[in-house]
Nanobody
Framework: LQLVESGGGLVQPGGSLGLSCAAS????????VGWFRQAPGKERDVISC?????????????WYADSVKGRFTISRDNAKNTVWLQMNNLKPEDTADYYC??????????????????WGKGTLVTVSS
């Protein structure tokens, strides 16, 4: 049972990256999935969360931190058992290790860092000119 992130890398300010979080050994359908990031010397914080598959028809099935609202978009691809994070207009302060995690109580876009059930190992995003 694991989550694997991919898509990190080096990008210039104002650029875009797409991160993926693929699950193996279990289905993400019933899980809320969150993206977290941790910059050097700082705590790991949640930046976005998406509720489970059944909540997809609701308009309130996603949540974003103020720091990324309007620039990042989280989405699910249920057929591929994957959650995506599209990051646009990247800023140097977005530089961090990015992690995805799954939470078994998935009906709402709530991703409590201390209670997530599964974590990926992370992927590094560096925003620099």
């Amino acid at each position: 049972l694991q989550l694997v992130e991919s898509g990190g890398g080096l990008v210039q300010p104002g650029g875009s990256l797409g991160l993926s979080c693929a699950a193996s050994g279990f289905s993400l359908d019933d899980y809320a999935v969150g993206w977290f990031r941790q910059a050097p010397g700082k705590e790991r914080d949640v930046i976005s969360c998406i509720a489970n598959r059944d909540a997809s028809t609701r308009g309130d099935n996603t949540w974003y931190a103020d720091s990324v609202k309007g620039r990042f978009t989280i989405s699910r691809d249920n057929a591929k058992n994957t959650v995506w994070l599209q990051m646009n207009n990247l800023k140097p302060e977005d530089t961090a290790d990015y992690y995805c995690a799954a939470f078994g109580v998935g009906i709402y876009p709530i991703c409590p860092k201390d209670n997530m059930d599964y974590w990926g190992k992370g992927t590094l995003v560096t925003v620099s000119s």
